[in-house]
């Protein structure tokens, strides 16, 4: 492994428009679980029944009582770990440019990057389905399910359910920051939910050098990723990072 950091550490230290794509893996060491896999989410509960804009839309109370109730308490004590704290570094140094994240957790903002792309929204806000207002979920009152606006609307995650469509500008930034780069590391996902999963390979095809950070093969790592670096990213992070430094000072 320590010589397969070394090469990528050399490749990235050239990059000068590195693209990140997150997933749930990369908040795993934060105390969030992921969604598929072991100790997944969508294998204790079902995704259709709890995740879909029309189970929340038919049932608000239970949608909020079973999913995101719980979501709340978990997002609320996690902080960011050496993987988050690694991408920042990256753009710090001027070698990545943004991150394209599947999260919905802010780890990312709150590790320091400034150019995060929620393309599955952010957990930190609710929506009323009436009025439209936004509201800090940590304002939110869970005495009342569903919890309410002060219109008297529903209030609902401002995260994407299935079933629901990718806001346009997140859509299309992240296609043409695809594009673009000259580097990606796809960090902690499955790859099997579209459209994020089809990045990786837009950059491919557009000549990009794909870094792929995670502990088990996915649907990328055979025939997508140039570099795939099986561990944890709170592990793999601070070792590649340092490994840039290195590179870039011996320049
Ligand atoms: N470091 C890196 N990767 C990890 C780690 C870790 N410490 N632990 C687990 N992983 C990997 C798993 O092997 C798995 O491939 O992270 C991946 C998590 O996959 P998913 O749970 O499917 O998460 P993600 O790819 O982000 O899901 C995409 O699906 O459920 C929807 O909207 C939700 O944004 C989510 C989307």
Redesign the pocket.
């Known amino acids: 492994m320590s010589s397969l950091i070394e090469h990528t550490a050399k490749i990235l230290a050239k990059a000068t428009r590195a693209v990140a794509l997150t ?4 908040s ?2 934060s105390g969030i679980p ?4 072991k100790g ?1 989410l ?1 294998e204790k509960i079902d ?1 259709m029944r709890y995740a879909h804009i029309d189970a929340f839309m038919d049932d608000p109370e239970t949608v909020w009582n079973v999913l995101i109730k719980d979501m709340k308490h978990v997002l609320d004590r996690a902080r960011p770990n050496p ?1 988050h704290t690694g991408l920042a570094e990256l753009e710090e140094m001027g070698i990545l440019t943004s991150i394209i994240t ?2 919905v957790d802010g780890l990312h903002q709150m590790a320091g990057t400034r150019d995060v792309i929620e393309f ?1 929204g952010n957990f930190a806000w609710q929506r009323c389905l009436a009025c439209n207002q936004s509201i800090e979920t940590a304002k939110v009152d869970l005495g009342q399910m569903p919890p309410r606006c002060g219109c008297g609307g529903i209030l609902r995650p401002n995260c ?1 359910f299935f079933g629901e469509l990718i806001p346009h500008r997140e859509l299309t930034r992240s296609q043409q920051l695809s594009a673009a780069c000259d580097v990606m590391l796809v ?7 579209q459209p ?1 999963a089809s990045m990786p390979v837009i950059a491919k095809q557009n000549g990009a050098v794909i870094i792929e ?4 093969p ?1 649907p990328l790592t055979a025939h997508i990723s140039d570099l795939p670096l099986m561990g ?3 592990s793999i992070m601070p070792r590649l990072v340092a490994s840039v430094r290195r590179h870039l000072a011996d320049r």
């Open positions: 997933g749930a893996g990369i795993v060491e992921p969604f598929r896999g997944g969508w995704p993987g599947q999260n599955h994407i960090i902690g996902t499955s790859a099997t939910v994020a950070i995670n502990p088990e996915t944890g990213a709170g």
